[in-house]
């Protein structure tokens, strides 16, 4: 048997893939697709059994199907994942409990089918109680059911919790525990009002805001959207260990907080993950990449969810589109496989081994064909497959090297930033698109990117987090600081860090108001000047910043004049007054830039240069070789060996020498060893396995 359930867990690297979400496949389909995925030597399968399907009659459970199910699984022994579904709500749901939930406009939202939930019902009002009570119900019972089922591996509480579109619900029950979150955090009105400048009468007359004018309102009503969703997966995760005691519990969010739209995809990585003992993610990454930070995609997304839970899930990895679209080049499949791998994924499920076969989902997502087929993106993932079946113990058993550089996530910046953004009438907030290309957004993935060109990982730290174990911490577009973090900030300057700041910083307060004097917070004394003068700039609009040395960078996003009190002038604007501004503090040292050169790739990513000076400046500071790198790399480490893993993205060959110590454990098509040198192609990857040395440090 290729896939024995005797293997401890311990000793496998999880590799699956999701294959039942009813009606499909159909049941004469299960037993010589469950066979192939094992022989193949995946780990799992994953199954969504959805709350509609099993009890279209309140209090009458239909799990004959799903029975069959789970023996297949057995006989083939493969591992099960159960993800409950409860977004599809049986009828009974809405006609006898209120679950249809409001829109923005006071109109009833009926529930829908689309492919991702055909069986319908999709989705009620989770903030009414009667219905939270009925599907905690459903979720118990389940769990109870399959708890001592042979297959059963563990549980998956939720399926991409979130709060879409803009607007959570606007029903009676939605309102009371808006207002009720809004007293458990201000205590009373009275405090609210003083805080942020109000002038409610009550708790009672706080009602979900109509436009996205005032910035407060709708920051405080997407805030509590995130709350609410959190509510929702612990709700779930405790009902399935009610009924199923002792059995981990994952839950997974479709596009993290660091890539989802804050205010009409609201789902908070790090209040979902308190509720779970795992925690994962859908990856979803480009898979027709353009451009370099194209291809960065899965770095940067490892990155945030390594900080939000180390033992994270890549929960639904894509291979394909839907309705026959261009197919992704199948080398570049199994290379971003091994990125997401390299980066410190635990586990992967693939979504989804069939293609589908209805609705918008028609002929896509799927590894294979819609009857079973083989594809050659399928065959690469295979390979993968069989690979890990080997020595992916080694992988499992490791953990990424923690880096010397930290760039900064602040989901509530993130939020402002994008609420700023929304260009819409102003009483049609229900006319908001999703959108996620705006300058927080882009400051992150072009600061993350650039790191990666000057040849280091970067890992991703909050403003609550201790940055003192990092050499060199990145943070741009941060208009909110609070002041916990503006100490957290001297403190690590003070000991030695070297701080980068791309403009805009420290704007306002934490009730969003601009800031009389900026930076705020005293921080213009750790930077070492203050903001003379702003201008926002038009997106794709660039100015150039010259350094003594020759050396020009753009920047985007703003244009701030620097103001230096106590720090040195080291970039100047074209008519030159002060962009870029470093200053000596304690053992440490602040570089201050007046624009975004992270801001200026991100928008023009398809031409980005050489790595900019700004960050070579800020890597030479904190005793870090600037580069450019060619190969990307990472490392995964454990108590006896390091796992060192190479990918090329580039046109041309690029050729590396194995280091000394360490031999090659596997290379893609896309390699030639040629002795002791490695030449790897476009979309090649390769592990490198050699010892740990008591030198070793960390990566870079």
């Known amino acids: 048997m290729v896939n024995d359930m005797d293997i401890p867990v311990s000793e496998i690297f999880p590799f699956g893939v999701q294959y039942h979400r009813a009606p499909t496949p159909l049941e004469s389909e299960w037993d010589g697709d469950l066979r192939t995925i094992a022989g193949c030597g995946y780990t799992h399968v994953q199954f969504r059994p959805q709350w509609r399907w099993h009890e279209r009659v309140r209090g009458c459970y239909e799990f004959s199907d799903l029975d069959r199910l789970m023996d297949t699984a057995w006989r083939h022994r493969l591992r099960v994942i159960l993800k409950v579904q409860l977004e599809t709500a049986p009828d009974w749901v809405f006609t006898e409990l209120g679950g249809t939930r409001i829109g923005l406009n006071g109109t009833p939202i009926m529930p829908i089918s689309h492919a991702a939930f055909y069986v319908g019902g999709w989705w009620p009002c989770f903030d009414n109680p009667l219905v939270a009570e009925a599907a905690a119900d ?67 007359t706080v009602f979900p805001p109509d436009s996205h004018s005032d910035y407060v309102e709708l920051m405080l009503w997407r805030e509590w959207a995130g709350h609410a969703v959190a509510a929702q997966v612990k709700m779930s995760a405790d009902a399935i260990r009610k009924g199923a005691p002792g059995r981990a519990v994952m839950c997974h969010v479709g596009c993290s907080s660091l890539v989802q739209d804050p205010v009409c995809d609201t789902s908070d990585d790090l209040l979902n993950s308190a509720a779970v003992d795992w925690y994962g993610c859908s990856f979803p990454i480009r898979l027709l990449p353009e451009c370099e930070l194209d291809y960065h995609d899965a770095f940067h997304q490892s990155a945030w969810l390594r900080r939000v ?115 819409t009438p102003l009483f049609r907030l229900d006319t908001v698109d999703g959108d996620c290309d705006y300058d927080y957004k882009q400051q992150l993935s072009g600061g993350h990117y650039l790191w990666r060109r000057s040849g280091y990982s970067c890992d991703m730290v909050t403003g609550n987090d ?37 403009y805009p910083f420290a704007c306002r307060d934490e009730r969003s108001w601009l800031s009389l004097r900026r930076p705020s917070s005293g921080l213009d004394e ?74 200026a790739v991100a928008q023009h990513p398809k031409s980005p240069g050489r790595v900019p000076e700004l960050y070579q400046l800020a890597l030479a500071a904190a005793g870090l070789t600037p580069g450019d790198a060619e190969l990307w790399s990472a490392e995964r480490r454990s108590a006896k060996e390091r796992l060192l893993f190479w990918f090329s993205v580039q046109d041309h060959p690029v050729e590396r020498r194995v280091p000394e110590g360490f031999s090659v454990l596997y290379h893609g098509p896309e390699v030639e060893k040629c002795g002791d040198r490695l030449i790897i192609y476009k979309h090649g990857s390769a592990v490198l396995v050699g010892p740990v040395q008591k030198e070793d440090g960390d990566d870079g």
């Open 138 to 204: 459903f979720a118990e019972t389940l769990a109870a059911r399959y708890r001592e089922h042979p297959a059963l591996w563990f549980f998956n509480a939720w399926n991409e919790p979130r709060s879409r579109p803009l607007g959570q619900c606007r029903c009676n029950h939605s309102v009371r525990s808006y207002r009720d979150y809004l007293k458990a955090r201000f205590g009373s009105i009275e405090k609210l009002n003083a805080g942020y400048g109000k002038a409610w009468s009550s708790f009672e």
């Open 309 to 423: 839970d180390g033992n994270y899930w890549c929960q639904e990895f894509y291979t394909n589109y839907s309705n026959y679209t261009p197919e992704a080049d199948p080398a570049f499949v199994e290379q971003a496989v091994w990125m997401a791998l390299a980066s410190g994924c635990r586990g992967l499920t693939f979504w989804q081994y069939r293609s589908e076969r209805f609705g918008e989902e028609s002929n896509g997502w799927g590894m294979r064909e819609v009857d079973g087929a083989p594809t050659p993106r399928s065959r690469r993932c295979d390979r993968v497959a069989a690979e890990l079946r080997k020595w992916g113990s080694r992988i499992a058993g490791s953990s990424p090297v923690k880096s010397r550089i930290a760039l900064l996530f602040d989901r509530r910046n993130d939020l402002l930033m994008r609420i700023r953004h929304i260009d």
């Open 466 to 502: 201790d940055f003192t174990a990092y050499s060199l911490l990145s943070v741009g577009v941060w208009e909110m600081v609070p002041e916990r973090s503006a100490e957290a900030l001297r403190k690590f300057v003070e000991s030695g860090g070297v701080l980068l700041v791309e």
């Open 526 to 599: 750790l930077l070492g000047c203050r903001e003379e003068r702003r201008l926002a700039l038009a997106a794709g609009e660039l100015r150039k910043i010259g350094y003594g040395n020759g050396k020009v960078d753009m920047a985007g996003g703003v244009r701030v004049v620097l103001s230096p009190v106590g720090g040195r002038t080291i970039g100047v604007w074209e008519d030159g007054v002060p962009a870029v501004v470093v200053n000596q503090v304690g053992r440490g040292k602040v570089i201050t830039c007046g624009g975004s050169v992270a801001v």
